[in-house]
């Protein structure tokens, strides 16, 4: 029996973020929720997830998030997914400027989001 993977969920937006949570418990993983990065920062000092999701708002400061996360060698490795509704192009380059972090445009799919978060999952695991 494998073991549960962990994502680390953050949105400002406490009426989505339950919802959110939901999904992901549906697909079989162990969910983390943080309405900051703050709280989101001590979630990780106690155990590092397989996985952040970011919902990103103007309330969260997302990139100062990535780049603290990132410049933390036990932290590095562990891939992000920024969710928003921000231009794509723009947001993809400043993204992989950060290094193992992806985009989802929203509205989105919940299977493409899904595979995404899947296929980090798996990356992330085999390193």
Excluded: H
Excluded at 11 to 18: G, I, K, V
Excluded at 81 to 89: A, D, Q
């Amino acid at each position: 029996m494998s073991l549960k993977k962990n994502i680390l969920i953050i949105d400002p937006d406490s009426d989505r973020l339950p919802e959110t949570c939901r999904l992901f418990v549906e697909q079989g993983y162990q969910v983390w929720p943080a309405d900051s990065c703050e709280l989101a920062t001590v979630s990780i000092g106690v155990k590092a997830p397989d996985l952040i999701l970011i919902d990103v708002k103007p309330e969260i400061d997302a990139f100062e998030f990535c780049k603290r996360i990132k410049g933390q060698d036990k932290f590095a490795n562990i891939p992000i997914i920024f969710l928003s509704f921000t231009e794509k192009l723009c947001f993809d380059v400043q993204c992989f400027k950060l290094g193992k972090v992806n985009f989802v445009p929203k509205p989105f799919q919940c299977e493409e989001l899904f595979l995404k978060v899947k296929n980090q999952i798996k990356e992330y695991n085999s390193l």
